[in-house]
């Protein structure tokens, strides 16, 4: 069965700080990775996504994610955090789309 | 226009009651699937249907089942609510079940069993 790991619960950072957030899947075959992101009291809505191609991926309001295969981790990173970043991250990974299984997500909290 | 939408956003109900949440897409994706997402923010499958194939989590209990009357529309129906019930339900959808397809989730309806 496919699992993913986030091993930060909630992170707190100051603005302007850098972000990395872990995710580490297990799937043996062809994976499909997202991040999605949940703001405070809305749906999610997804960052980035990788399935095949240039490991590193960029995503939507200055988000990337690098996936490495020996690591089986696709870490989630933005060089600068702003306070609107506030929200809960989620990262997914699935064989396909009917399989997606999420992580237990990560609160991230940035102080103006 | 939301993409993905979920009526109602809010429900409290007593343990016992049979209560239904709707789901309707307007993306023309022919996928779409219902989440649990408990009180520590895990969000678990519990369905993913299109016109061919209702996939069920083994783990869901028997009480939840999904109607869907046509492609755009997955209704979620749960009897004998029970207190564990209590969470956030999330619709989603998707093109196909391909290779990279992200899924479109809607704004979710908040369960309280009483």
């Known amino acids: 069965a496919q699992s993913v790991s986030q091993h930060n619960h909630h992170v707190i950072l100051s603005e302007a700080a850098s972000l990395e957030l872990g995710c580490n899947y297990s799937y043996g075959g062809t994976v499909n990775l997202f991040w999605y992101v949940q703001y405070p009291g809305q749906h999610l809505q997804l960052l980035l996504k990788y399935f095949s191609g240039d490991p590193l991926v960029k995503g939507i309001k200055g988000f990337e994610a690098e996936f490495i295969k020996s690591k089986f981790s696709f870490n989630l990173r933005k060089p600068s955090v702003q306070w609107s970043d506030t929200a809960e991250y989620f990262c997914?990974?699935?064989?396909?789309?009917?399989?997606?299984?999420f992580g237990s997500g990560t609160q991230l909290t940035v102080l103006p | 226009d939301t993409a993905v939408s979920q009526t109602p956003k809010y429900l409290v109900t007593q343990m016992g009651n049979d209560k239904s949440i709707k789901c309707e897409q307007n993306l023309g994706h022919d996928t779409m699937y219902w989440y649990k997402q408990d009180s520590k923010k895990f969000l678990k499958i519990m369905f993913s249907y299109n016109n061919k194939e209702l996939i069920i989590n083994e783990t869901v209990p028997n009480r939840f089942s999904p109607k869907s009357p046509d492609k755009a529309h997955l209704n979620l129906h749960i009897n004998s609510l029970e207190l564990g019930d209590s969470a956030v339900y999330f619709c989603?959808?998707?093109?196909?079940?391909?290779?990279?397809?992200?899924?479109?989730f809607g704004d979710g309806t908040r369960l309280s069993i009483l």
């Open positions: 989603a959808s998707s093109q196909g079940d391909e290779v990279g397809q992200p899924q479109h």
């Open positions: 997914a990974s699935g064989g396909s789309a009917r399989q997606l299984t």
